[in-house]
């Protein structure tokens, strides 16, 4: 990601360490860490939203094309595209069923 080395961390440490002293470092670290691993956890959420986004957008164009070639004659990935559909809205549609 960053090309950071040794003697970097090194200085950015020895920095750190002048300025913010040895009571409040460890505490100013935590606070660093914390706030890259909820950056990082909010990054990887997007992303698999976006990924969940675009799997349902192409769902749809699947459904889209096999309903226009009228659902009978299409190819092996359409249908499982549109098996793939059927077993979510039937899912949705299972608790909401009457007894």
């Excluded at 040794?6 to 002293?21: C, D, P, S």
């Excluded at 956890?41 to 957008?57: D, I, P, T």
Aim: proline share 4%.
């Amino acid at each position: 990601m960053f090309d950071i080395g040794f003697w970097e961390i090194l200085v950015i440490g020895v920095l750190a360490l002048l300025i913010l002293g040895p009571e409040r470092l460890p505490g100013a670290m935590r606070s660093t860490f914390y706030t890259i691993r909820s950056v990082r956890n909010a990054a990887s959420g997007f992303k698999q939203e976006v990924e969940h986004q675009l799997r349902v957008h192409e769902l749809h164009e699947n459904l889209k094309k096999a309903e226009q070639k009228g659902l009978n004659d299409m190819s092996p990935e359409l249908k499982k595209s549109v098996d793939e559909l059927k077993d979510a809205a039937e899912s949705v549609r299972e608790p909401y069923k009457k007894k």
